[in-house]
Structure formats: structure tokens, C-alpha cells
């Protein structure tokens, strides 16, 4: 199996806090400064990448420093443009008189619950698929760990939903033909549009389960909840066919920090420590020291990159 870095997709997961956006920027950085084009991409709806470089970031790569690129994608925005999309590719096709039911069908269709998801997947696919010509790597910042591993797994669900969904547009095809073309037999556009999708799934779902190319990192911090947690999350991944290489120890308290205090609570942290060694030992471990304060800007972020460098030096 690859290490993380000679993977070209990488996604950074883990618990809510404990620096997954962080960590993405810092690895991205990295990742730039050894001459990689990489693209850094936020699929996390309470987006921080941009404070972190001090800049606002769009569904459009924006620049950030030599070799490196970033990305927010908007849940919501996406959703508005592949509803418009939708009706768009529709137009003409449906007979006139049903354009307002089939449009009212759509955006009902569109404030489901899952439409936002499903649409921050479709662009995450299409980032995929462009960008992964263009970048040589492609860093993930992800949302926390539940909704990371429903959106990885989504390709597969999606998969089988889909072909469902196509069995089931087939024998509907024949009655079909009513609706549109006012009456003259065509052949079933969403069908079409079924079928590409899954083939674009298909594609992507190769792409994320080969580790030849996709590569997963966790971030941690070493207490008791978010071992936990990190453990499920492997395993879960695991049952996907997804293996998780690489832990990233966030905010081990530095052997500098003085103090009875922090001596007692470094005890404690040895304890954790010893546990996540024992606990993960197929994966990579990097201990990233906490910082007397954020990590707030490009300069800090330099500083916290260079815990990364091991990760992403050669070790071939
Ligand atoms: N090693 C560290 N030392 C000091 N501060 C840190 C360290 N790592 C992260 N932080 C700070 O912790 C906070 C949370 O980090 P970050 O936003 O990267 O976490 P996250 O996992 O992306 O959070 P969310 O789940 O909310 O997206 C930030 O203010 C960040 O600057
Ligand atoms: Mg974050």
C-alpha cells in the first residue's frame, strides 16, 4: 500500500475540533513547497479553510500560494445549479403544458433532505474528475466523521440506488413517451442522464477505493472520546474497503510546556498515547505539538507545516 504521499487524493477526516482543517492546509502547503500542484478543496459546510489563509474562497479555485489552490464548495449553491441544470436539460422536452407540475416536482424533489448532500457530491465527483487532470495532488478537508464516511460510502449507495432507479425508468420508458415530444416516441433523456451519472459514479468510486490513488488520514487528539471515535471510523471505512494509513496526533502537549499542571496532565496523555500506538499500529502516527496559540495565518501555518514534512518527504 502507498504511503499518503505518493497518493493524488487524500482525504483528511476525524471528530469535530480537532483540527482536520487545519491539518488539510498544513499537509496542502506542504505538499505545494515540494512542488506539487495541489488543490485543496473544503467539503465541510461550515467552511474555516479560508480564515486559516486569510482569504474568501468560492465553489472557483482561488490561488493561495505558488503551486496551491482552494476550494469551498457550497452545499447550497451547488444544490441551486443542478436543480437549474435539471430543468434546464428539460426544457424542450416536456410537454408545455406539464412544464409547471414537472418544475414543481423538481424543486420539491430539491428540498428534500439529502439534496444538499447529494448535490456537495456531485461537485466533489466533478473536482474528481476535471481537477484530477490538472493538480498532481487533490487534499480533502472534510466534515466531521459521520457525515465524512456517509459521503465517502455515498458512491456505493448511490450505485446500487441508481440502478434501481434505471431498472425502473426502463419499463417506465414505453408510457413515457406520452409525456414528451407531445406524444412522438424519443428515447428517455432522464435515462441519459441516469445512465451518465452512474458511469461517472462508477468512475469515481474506482478512483476512491484504489489505494494506489486515494490515500486517508484521521486526525486525532489524545484523549479518551476521540480514540473512540477514531477506532468506529477506521473500521467502518474498513467495511468500505477503505483503509485509513495515516493518524494525525493533533495538540500533544510539548515536553517544553512547564508547570505541575501540565506535568500532571502530560501522565494522563502518556496513557492516551500509549494507547493509540497500540490501538492503530497498521497506520502512520505524526505527533503535532498544540501551539501556545491558533493557527491563524499563513505565517503559523508554515511553523505547524513543518510537522509534516515526514509525512510527506519520500520515504519510497
Ligand atoms: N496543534 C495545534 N495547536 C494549537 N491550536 C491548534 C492546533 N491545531 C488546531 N488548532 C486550533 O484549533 C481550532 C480547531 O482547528 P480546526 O478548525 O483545524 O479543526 P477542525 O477539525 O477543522 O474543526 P471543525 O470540525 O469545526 O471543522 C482552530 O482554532 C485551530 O487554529
Ligand atoms: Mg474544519
Redesign the pocket.
Known sequence: MKTINENKIIFVG????????????ALAVTLAEEGNQTLVVST?P?H?LGD?FHTSLSHEKTNLMKNLWGIEIDPHHESKRYIEGVKDNLEGLVKTKMVEEVHRQIDMASASPGADEAALFDRLISIILEEGNQFDKIVF?T??TGHTIRLLTLPELMGVWMDGMLERRKTMNNNYTQLLNDGEPVDDPIYDVLQKRREKFSAVREIILDPEQTGFAF?LIPERLPILETQKAVRQLQQHNLHVKTLIV??VLPSHADGAFLEKRRKQEKVYLDEIENLFKEQRLVN?????????DKDQLKI?SQHFKSLVSVQK
Open positions: 476525524g471528530k469535530g475540533g480537532v483540527g482536520k482543517s487545519t491539518s488539510s492546509a465541510d461550515a474555516n486559516i478537508d466534515a466531521p486526525v493533533n495538540k503535532v505539538p498544540l501551539f501556545e496559540e491558533d493557527i491563524a505547524f
